[in-house]
């Protein structure tokens, strides 16, 4: 029996997006496995005893990328990343900030690789992280506009425009289902060229 083919698709949305909710309905649909970034930045934190927060994560991923490449991230994920394809068709990347850090996958994983990207309006971010509430989102405006910021000044803007293919989540999740559904009918279409790379 054959091997299936090995596909990654890094996921690329500022916070309140909808990230996690798209990968949890991609879930629901074929067998994923995630994998967080965040969680080697958390590991650095902990590391010097400082707490995670908002501006702890931003701050020192903020500094290894300066110090060590803007890569550097995706290359510590890459042993995770490659042990997750022993049982998942899929593996999902949570979540890009740059087209530096796809290349790494790229290079890396012997199959197909597909940045997707996921927009939502500053408002409609706002509003859904201000109700997340989860210990590194931000309390107030500035603060929200200050994550993105630093997140743009990774090389998120490029990595974003430059997907090879772009959810709008402004509506619902029964809305965001559909767009997800139409995402997978192009990913596994017969002759499809997504994620394929000369």
């Given at each position: 029996m054959p091997k299936k083919e090995k596909i990654l698709i890094g996921m690329?949305?500022?916070g309140g997006s909808g990230k996690d909710t798209t990968i949890?309905?991609?879930s629901k649909k074929r067998k994923c496995k995630t994998i967080q970034l965040r969680h080697i930045v958390e590991n650095e934190i902990k590391k010097r005893g400082l707490p995670i927060t908002n501006?702890?994560?931003?701050e020192t991923a903020t500094e290894l990328r300066?110090?060590?490449g803007y890569n550097i991230i995706a290359r510590k994920s890459l042993p995770i990343v490659k042990k997750a394809f022993d049982d998942a068709d899929i593996v999902v990347i949570n979540s890009i900030k740059s087209l530096k850090e796809m290349?790494?996958?790229?290079?890396s994983i012997k199959g197909r690789t597909?940045?997707?990207s996921l927009y939502a309006s500053p408002k409609t971010r706002f509003k859904r992280l201000s109700k997340r509430g989860l210990?590194?989102?931000m309390k107030d405006y500035k603060s929200f506009v200050w994550r993105d910021e630093k997140e743009l000044g990774w090389g998120f803007g490029a990595a974003f425009t430059l997907a090879d293919y772009m959810l709008v989540n402004e509506g619902s999740m029964k809305e965001l289902g559909i767009e997800v559904d139409k995402f997978l009918e192009e990913l596994y279409d017969k002759g499809s060229r997504l994620g394929r790379h000369p």
């Open positions: 690329c949305g500022l949890a309905l991609l501006k702890t994560l931003r300066n110090k060590y290349e790494v996958y790229k290079k597909i940045l997707l210990n590194w989102d």
